[in-house]
């Protein structure tokens, strides 16, 4: 099934969401801080960027809990 806002072709994409993880969609090789390949199992994964996720590097929602410095 097609992804919104995916195209299916051409390079891959990542999505920086609002105070939300970061969205890697498509043809995007995930390597950790090591070099060593990071195995997707999903097109589309979220990648945390806040630091409070239980399953680094994947966001598991627990940015909404994240105090914010936006009103
Ligand atoms: S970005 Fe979602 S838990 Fe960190």
Same mark, same amino acid.
């Given at each position: 099934m097609p992804e919104a &806002?995916?195209? &299916? @072709? &051409?390079p891959g994409e990542i999505i920086v969401c609002p105070n939300g993880p970061l969205l890697v969609r498509g043809d995007v090789d995930l390597v950790d801080a090591d070099g060593a390949p990071v195995e997707r199992r999903r097109a589309t994964v979220a990648v945390c960027r806040?630091? *409070?996720? *239980?399953?680094k590097p994947w966001? @598991? &929602?627990?940015?909404?809990?994240m105090p914010r410095d936006e009103p």
């Open positions: &806002g995916w195209r &299916g @072709d &051409g806040c630091g *409070a996720s *239980a399953i966001c @598991d &929602g627990s940015h909404k809990l």
